[in-house]
């Protein structure tokens, strides 16, 4: 079986005081605590790699079980187990554990165990022997079962979804997953079609997108503008993970669908249904006929889902449309799913911020800042290895020169530091030039309070201009902020120039 490598931004050796906040600080943070214990002990007693186990998690519910509510493909738990016509892992892991599904539903320590004693058993089908087990990139394709997707594209999306946390690293509920490096072994899930790569297929009316289509059960054929006017843009929240609920749009027992679903760590967006046709997703035909239906990964009562990246991305997505189909770019054209005529949902919910969606909506920026520093590649702030090239070539570069290497599986991150004056919410700016033999997806490194974070950016346009990727919580104190990573599957030369970092 070819072995396909897939190391998904690890970022063990970037600095030693990424090190010292990544590994000491998390360490002393998960000590003890009841959830961390449950992964152990159901690692152990199925013998599943710990850290995959929590990856798992946290790709599905940020490890909050949403006290037993179920998520809208029916899945229960911070492990989402799931009853519906075409995922049973709730009654699998019932007949695995002897434990009630009612219990697993709403006992994390249960559902945990459930999980894992699901995962081992998909393994075990696969013929991982006790040496495999060890190697947690031989469960790619246990972990992507897990997911029942509908497509081998999303059992892909699915899958890497969870591999890109153990890449990334993590910090939930006093639960710790440390960035590390892993091959992941895809087997024929590797000839799917990769729905995060630029080779996607584009979305046939907002090209940003990805287009992967909804089964013909779950919405309505029509041409809008010449049978319905598109007067609205409604806002949801899955109850779900991306992967996931795009494959519950692909399988016809869902009866429901979205036009477009928004991710939530990067904003990265998928169109399944097209504008002209009804998606079933406002439970009130007169407003399906009307409006445009947009899904945004997570759960009403988790503020953690609701980043920056996702608000910016979809709120250029919601521009679009009000002003492809004259939908008032205000609260009347622009409604949540809670205000649909005899709506039952609740979403978007408390967590969801109008005031910041809506202005981006128009175009304009929110928090002005209460303190700025800009750093370029000429500073002292700023170091790289003998790895980087220098160039001017570009006239969009911020200052005199900009710096610039090969894609590379290796960690060795050009960073950008800062004296950051308080604790608090800063938002990061990058600057770079853009050209079509610049890399498609640079991973942008933010040494955020709780962990390394990363954001991927298409260098090959959008340059010689500030850039947002993001608000983050960093900590007081001189310490490297920004990095730009040469570890990607994006193709072109990595560009490193200029930062700029505001407190809001």
Wanted: proline letters at 5%.
């Amino acid at each position: 079986m070819t072995l396909v490598r897939t190391r998904l931004v690890a970022l063990v050796a970037a600095t030693l005081s990424t090190l010292l906040v990544l590994a000491v600080q998390p360490a002393l943070a998960e000590r003890g605590t009841p959830l961390s214990d449950a992964f152990a002990k159901a690692a152990a007693a199925h013998d599943v790699p710990r850290d995959l186990l929590v990856a798992l998690g946290y790709a599905e519910t940020h490890l909050d079980g949403h006290a037993g509510e179920p998520s809208a493909s029916g899945g229960y738990g911070l492990m989402h187990l799931v009853d519906n016509p075409t995922n049973k892992t709730l009654s699998e892991a019932a007949a695995l554990t002897g434990q009630p599904a009612a219990t697993l539903k709403k006992d994390d320590a249960a559902n945990i165990l459930g999980a894992a004693a699901v995962l081992r058993s998909y393994a075990d089908k696969l013929g991982l022997d006790e040496a495999a087990r060890k190697d947690a990139g031989r469960w790619y394709k246990a972990v992507a079962e897990y997911g029942h997707a509908s497509s081998p594209e999303t059992a892909r999306l699915y899958a890497d979804a969870v591999y890109e946390m153990l890449g990334l690293g993590l910090q939930a509920r006093g639960v710790t997953v440390e960035p590390q490096e892993v091959t992941a072994d895809r087997g024929d899930l590797a000839k799917a079609r990769d729905l995060n790569a630029q080779a996607a297929v584009a979305s046939p009316d907002y090209p940003p997108a990805a287009w992967v289509a909804a089964s013909s059960s779950n919405y309505r054929v029509s041409n809008r503008e010449t049978s319905y006017n598109i007067d609205r843009i409604v806002i949801h929240v899955t109850q779900g993970s991306y992967a996931g609920t795009i494959s519950w749009f692909q399988n016809p027992a869902a009866q429901v669908s979205a036009h477009y679903v928004v991710k939530s760590s990067n904003g990265a967006i998928t169109q399944m249904v097209r504008d002209k046709d009804v998606g079933w997703h406002a439970g009130n035909s007169t407003y399906n006929n009307r409006s445009i239906g947009i899904e945004h990964e997570g759960w009403v009562n988790d503020a953690s889902w609701f980043t920056d990246a996702m608000y910016r991305s979809s709120a250029a997505l919601t521009r679009h449309l009000a002003d492809k189909y004259g939908v008032p770019k205000n609260r009347t054209g622009i409604i949540g799913h809670n205000e649909v005529p005899g709506a039952t949902h609740t979403d978007p919910g408390p967590h969801w911020n109008w005031t910041t969606y809506m202005n981006y909506v128009n175009g304009g920026s929110t928090n002005p800042p209460t303190w700025t520093t800009t750093v370029d590649n000429a500073s002292s702030q700023f170091t790289a290895s003998t790895n980087w090239g220098t160039s001017a070539y570009s006239s969009q570069r911020h200052g005199a020169d900009y710096r610039f290497a090969d894609p590379v599986a290796a960690s060795d991150p050009a960073w950008y530091s800062a004296a950051i004056p308080s604790a608090g919410t800063y938002r990061i700016e990058v600057w770079y030039p853009s050209d079509p033999g610049y890399n498609s997806s640079a991973p942008y490194i933010v040494a955020a309070a709780g962990g390394n974070q990363t954001v991927y950016v298409d260098q090959r346009s959008g340059g010689g201009a500030w850039r947002s990727i993001g608000t983050f919580q960093l900590n007081a104190g001189t310490q490297n902020v920004v990095g730009v990573s040469r570890w990607t599957g994006g193709t072109g030369y990595v560009i490193a120039d200029a930062v700029r970092i505001s407190r809001i």
